[in-house]
């Protein structure tokens, strides 16, 4: 643990990557969210849906990630969330 520096207004409302990757990766176990290679990935201006990773919505000043799944679904992400789910997923099959 760290925590030297105590800055107070910062960090509360954004998520580090840390959390958000801890977070994605409850999710990935719990089966929220897939564990397989997309089909097809498109990049776009968000829409106001709401990321499959943070569960916040993706608004037009940000880049949605669309992922056609192998199985037919559609899930969308934040850029930055579906890096992190990539990343995360092939590790959560067998290492804790
Ligand atoms: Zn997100």
């Not at 608004?59 to 969308?76: M, Y």
Request: net charge negative.
């Amino acid at each position: 643990m760290s925590g030297a520096n105590d800055s107070s207004d910062r960090g509360a409302t954004e998520m580090t990557d840390d959390a958000n990757v801890r977070r994605t990766r409850e999710k990935v176990l719990s089966g929220e969210l897939p564990k397989m290679d997309c089909r097809m990935t498109w990049y776009g201006p968000g829409r106001d849906g709401k990321c499959m990773a943070c569960d916040q919505a993706i608004g037009a000043h940000e880049v949605e990630v669309e992922c056609d799944l192998p199985n037919g679904g559609t899930i969308r992400f934040h850029q930055r969330c579906y890096t992190i789910w990539a990343e995360v997923w092939p590790s959560c099959g067998t290492a804790q």
